[in-house]
């Protein structure tokens, strides 16, 4: 039986079920190292919140995989050195990873590969974080989608690369001479003073269990009104498995094939089921067309926005990133977002809407903001996202949508709970002037206990008079570019 190692380089797969590289060195019979490289000078360092959500997702793995015989080594520093050096440390015989796909990573990763090969190592690299690889889904050109619709309808009929997921090591074989490994505690990946995550342990459980957990009462509650009530903020109708993707703590696939299974058997609604894999759907997409375009987290996509003038307005951006705009449904999500380090998915859009649209600050200013706060910031949802909301990424939303904040709160929050739960100061107000308190009768505001400027602040802008500003700069934009002469001319 060969003795000498296999490394298993774990970035954003940090579960033992469903990770093929993990499944591969298993199979080979030869002592597994599984690593985890803390690497804060890659591209898509984690953030703040996410390196909270990291600390007890390795905390997890490490657990796991000492019931399964094996130890985590940690390591903080450049990721490929690190495996470089622990490969010669160990006298390793073969390194396995899981493949990543924003571009840096990608050359990062084929720059390594090729260093350990020309040393004599076996180097295997798998999908663990896609249904399809970027390169598999194409359109009649053979080029990359930039339309969300016809990529959802070739990548549902294409259906996940593998039949199954595949089941977790039952063992795994350590080396005789375990490697050093870093105390975890040391990374200092938790905020201690002050400590603004005290709240997120009692709302989210890290790690796979607590994944397979997430999907299983997504499954036996939410999955089954899905498709009418995933709009709706004051209800409990997502998965909430967003957070668990993007660690790796299950995979895109073992999700799929939950929903089919209970879809097949009656147990959710086939609309339900659809759309809930239309949604899951849309990370793909992101991830394809950050694959496919390496500056999507930097620049436009559309190039005519390269010039768009955005407005630098410090007191904007700060009322929006407290939550203290005075559109409700606004601070609503914005405070959702600082209290739980997760906001739902609709709100994200009016918010991101209120910020690009409304203030016409950068939306690069708005997804630095995301990445630093949400626990499941994912390096292609985020860009990609923020460009729909911007209107100038792939199957951007057009220019002149602009969601209004307060009819958007009427209509998904109708009673205002969602409002109340995180804008307590307004918890007393009626349905009907909760969305839109500065047009509530005075004797309404003081029954309710709100003094607008005080106790609640009054809107730092009049949206229609932001929205008129919007569409002038974006028709602007649209009639100089027109106006350019092109390149090939």
């Known amino acids: 039986m060969n003795e000498r190692p296999v490394i298993v380089w774990l970035r954003r797969d940090l579960r033992l079920a469903d990770n093929p590289a993990l499944h591969a060195a298993a199979r080979t019979g030869a002592p597994v190292i599984p690593l985890y490289v803390f690497d804060?000078?890659?591209?898509?360092?984690?953030?703040a919140a996410a390196k909270w959500r990291l600390h007890y997702s390795l905390d997890a793995l490490s657990a796991a995989l000492r019931r399964a015989g094996a130890r985590l080594t940690l390591r903080r520093g450049r990721g490929p050195a690190i495996v470089r050096a622990l490969a010669a440390e160990t006298e390793a015989a073969a390194v396995f990873w899981n493949r990543r796909y924003a571009p840096a990573h990608v050359e990062a990763d084929k720059t390594l590969k090729t260093d350990l090969v020309?040393?004599?190592?076996?180097?295997r690299t798998f999908n663990a974080g896609l249904l399809r690889e970027p390169w598999e889904i194409k359109t009649k050109n053979?080029?990359?989608?930039?339309v969300y619709t016809p990529f959802?309808?070739?990548?549902?009929?294409a259906g996940p690369a593998r039949a199954e997921p595949l089941p977790a090591p039952k063992a795994l074989r350590p080396p005789a001479d375990p490697p050093h490994s870093d105390d975890l505690d040391d990374w200092r990946l938790l905020p201690r003073d002050p400590d603004w995550a005290a709240r997120f342990a009692d709302i989210w459980r890290p790690g796979?269990?607590?994944a397979q957990a997430a999907l299983a009462r997504f499954l036996d509650g939410p999955a089954g009104r899905y498709a009418a009530e995933r709009d709706r903020p004051d209800r409990d109708a997502t998965s909430r498995l967003s957070h668990h993707l993007a660690f790796g703590e299950i995979g895109p696939l073992q999700v799929w094939r939950a929903i089919e299974a209970?879809?097949?058997a009656g147990d959710v609604k086939a609309a339900s089921a659809e759309k809930f894999l239309s949604e899951l759907a849309w990370r793909e997409f992101s991830c394809h067309l950050l694959f496919h375009n390496p500056a999507l987290s930097e620049a436009p996509l559309r190039k005519e926005f390269v010039g768009f003038p955005w407005r630098d307005d410090p007191a904007g951006f700060k009322a929006w990133r407290r939550g203290r705009t005075g559109y409700p449904i606004v601070d609503a999500g914005m405070r959702e977002l600082w209290?739980?380090?997760?906001?739902h998915n609709r709100v994200r859009m009016i918010a991101a809407s209120f910020l690009v649209k409304d203030l016409l600050i950068d939306w690069r200013r708005g997804a630095a903001w995301f990445w630093d706060t949400l626990i499941d910031a994912d390096p292609a949802n985020n860009s990609a996202s923020w460009q729909w909301v911007a209107g100038c990424g792939a199957d951007a939303a057009p220019y002149f949508r602009i969601f209004n904040p307060v009819a958007q709160g009427e209509k998904f929050d109708p009673q205002g709970d969602y409002v109340r739960r995180f804008v307590p100061e307004l918890a007393k107000m009626p349905p009907e002037h909760i969305h839109a308190p500065w047009r509530a009768p005075p004797d309404v505001l003081d029954k309710a206990g709100v003094v607008l400027g005080k106790s609640y602040p009054e809107p730092i802008l009049d949206h229609a008079a932001a929205r008129k500003r919007a569409l002038a700069a974006y028709e602007r934009t649209r009639r100089d570019a027109l106006a350019k002469p092109s390149v090939n001319a």
């Open 142 to 146: 053979g080029g990359p989608f930039r």
């Open 118 to 123: 020309r040393a004599g190592l076996e180097v």
């Open 152 to 157: 959802w309808k070739a990548l549902r009929a």
């Open 339 to 343: 209290r739980t380090g997760w906001m």
């Open 208 to 210: 796979e269990a607590g």
């Open 40 to 47: 804060e000078a890659e591209a898509f360092a984690p953030g």
């Open 262 to 264: 209970r879809a097949a």
